[in-house]
């Protein structure tokens, strides 16, 4: 079963704008990742974000994480064409126990 | 650096054919391995992970197995596929940073 739900499931925007994308699960965790991938390729990590963490930064993107909610957000800032892709949140419940679970995904267009 | 290849990139079978997707992993070792599926335009459904050699943990009952030979070598197979083993497979790796790395995809089609 898919541990996460990413929402929306599609989203477009104006070049230019801001991008937030939410992501919710349903056990504890011990950190939660968030991958981008381009249409039929494999995935690349982005961020990760551990259980005791609240926020973090790389570049344009914000993650969030609310451990009380289980639900974490990811902001692209200043979008452009080329972040156009689905993304996706990860979980891993227990160190340990290395099963990495994705969610649905949110399919971002940026248009130009 | 490490890598992780995995192939073939398409695959076309026929219905009733055996399967065999295999995928390695270089300059790393002991790596936690993965088999995903993705559905079209669906999220990605967890297979198969493996913690160690000979250690396969099944997620989900099918028509699949797996099999983890060496250290750094995944393996994905069918001994008869079905329709709807049609999909985009993709292994994976993470070590201690805890990120996973992915393979480019197996693009599948059973006919």
């Known amino acids: 079963s898919q541990q996460g739900e990413e929402d929306p499931q599609a989203l477009s925007i104006q070049e230019g704008e801001n991008a937030t994308m939410n992501c919710s699960y349903k056990t504890s965790i011990n950190n939660l990742q968030w991958y981008r991938q381009n249409s039929g390729r494999g995935l690349v990590h982005l961020i990760l974000?551990?259980?005791?963490?609240r926020e973090k930064h790389s570049g344009r993107l914000r993650v969030t994480l609310d451990t009380s909610k289980k639900s974490s957000s990811l902001l692209i800032t200043a979008s452009r064409a080329a972040d156009t892709a689905s993304y996706f949140c990860a979980t891993v419940r227990n160190f340990g126990n290395e099963k990495l679970t994705f969610g649905t995904g949110t399919r971002l267009t940026i248009i130009p | 650096s490490q890598t992780i290849h995995q192939w073939p990139a398409t695959l076309v079978q026929p219905v009733g054919s055996p399967l065999s997707l295999e995928c390695t992993v270089e300059?790393?070792?002991?790596?936690?391995l993965y088999w995903y599926r993705q559905a079209a335009g669906r999220g990605l459904q967890l297979l198969f992970y493996s913690v160690g050699i000979g250690q396969i943990s099944s997620e989900v009952p099918q028509n699949l197995s797996a099999s983890r030979p060496q250290d750094r070598q995944f393996i994905l197979s069918s001994k008869k596929l079905l329709l709807s083993d049609s999909g985009f497979y993709l292994c994976a790796w993470s070590g201690m940073t805890g990120l996973a790395f992915f393979g480019q995809g197996t693009r599948l089609t059973v006919v």
């Open positions: 974000i551990r259980s005791n963490e």
């Open positions: 300059g790393t070792s002991n790596p936690n």
